[in-house]
């Protein structure tokens, strides 16, 4: 058995794999320095340079340098945190997204629809779990509203309820996101059946705090193929996905608006709305309701960051070929 089969190596891959005939190697990306890599083999883990990749791509080698990346069947981005419009991919190819919902923590359900979205909109399947139910409880019939078509599975790492239906639901490369202390590594290591991620209580004794999980690695399951990310807590998640992502995590929602009167009913206050008559009979919450607006404009404004973005670049790109025309045709004239 080759290593790679421990990191979630299938069919797809070995495809795309054999669609580049050259005289290169196969491999998957652990973990990510600046301008070089850690990458498995058939042979095991190698040291390679190469930049432009992330945690959970499949890419070729020649000789311990990247040689391509292939085509990501998912990716995990946010927005980044400048100003500027670029995202940052967090996790490439991965197939399960476990969203970690804290039972000794207030129920933030706005995050837990985000973090949904985010996750649709990746490409990949969610899964909500709901930890450390030894020491609190939430309301699940809440979580379950919020997360319309997604299982959700109740979980402590502590007394180890919950774990193996929550591995049932689990499929190809696992990544786990959430809340900084929502009990993501706790989580990682109860599904790896042992301490190898760093977690909070670990971390406590140094003092450094919160949000010291920066690594983002990729560990085998020796049992199964299945992979799990270790991502940090985000403090916020900007949802860059497509409106498609929304419609996926407010199912509910888009299936009322279905119903409307107008096939362009916003909603608002229009007459014959399926969604405002839902609101009043309690079906459906003004927060759920609020919070899918609220996506959905995030999703429209980052969306026309892109075109703006997109239009100065052509405009750069326009720039650049008159002045290289300039250029040519001085160097005519002076010809002539
Ligand atoms: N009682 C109980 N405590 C838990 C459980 N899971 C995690 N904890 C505790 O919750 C705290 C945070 O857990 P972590 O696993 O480090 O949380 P995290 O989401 O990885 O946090 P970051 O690395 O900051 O993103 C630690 O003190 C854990 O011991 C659980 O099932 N039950
Ligand atoms: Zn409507």
Known sequence: MSPLDHYGLDQHWL??????????TLARV????????????????????????????????????????????????????????????????????????????????????????????SGAVPVVAITKTDSGSVAEELVLAAAPGVE??????????????????????VALIGPSGSGKSTLGNALLGGSVLETGATRSADGK????????ELVPIPSSALVLLDTPGLRSVGVQGSEDAVASAFSDVDELAALCRFGDCAHEHEPGCAVLAAV???????RRLGNYRKLLRENAWAMSRQDARARSQKLREYKQISKSLRVKYAIDGRKR
Not at 42 to 63: A, K, P, Q
Not at 103 to 108: C, E, Q, R, Y
Not at 159 to 168: E, K, N, P, V
């Open 280 to 286: 009043d009979a309690g079906e459906l919450t003004e």
């Open 152 to 173: 959700v599975c109740t979980t402590s790492a502590v007394d180890g309820s919950g774990i193996d239906s929550l591995t049932a639901h689990l499929r190809g490369t």
């Open 30 to 121: 652990v973990r990510v320095d600046r301008g070089e890599f850690d990458a498995v083999t058939d042979s095991g883990i190698v040291r390679c340079t190469g930049t432009g990749i992330c945690t959970g791509d499949w890419v070729t080698l020649d000789s311990f340098r990247l040689a391509a990346t292939l085509p990501r069947r998912t990716a995990i981005e946010r927005a980044s945190a400048g100003s500027t419009s670029d995202t940052q991919v967090l996790g490439a190819n991965v197939d399960t997204v476990v969203v970690t919902v804290a039972s000794d923590t207030a129920l933030d359900l706005g995050r837990v629809e985000r973090y949904i979205t985010l996750v649709w909109g």
């Open 209 to 216: 705090g919160r949000h010291t999980t920066v690594r983002r």
């Open 15 to 24: 495809t795309e794999f054999e669609k580049l005939s050259q005289k290169t």
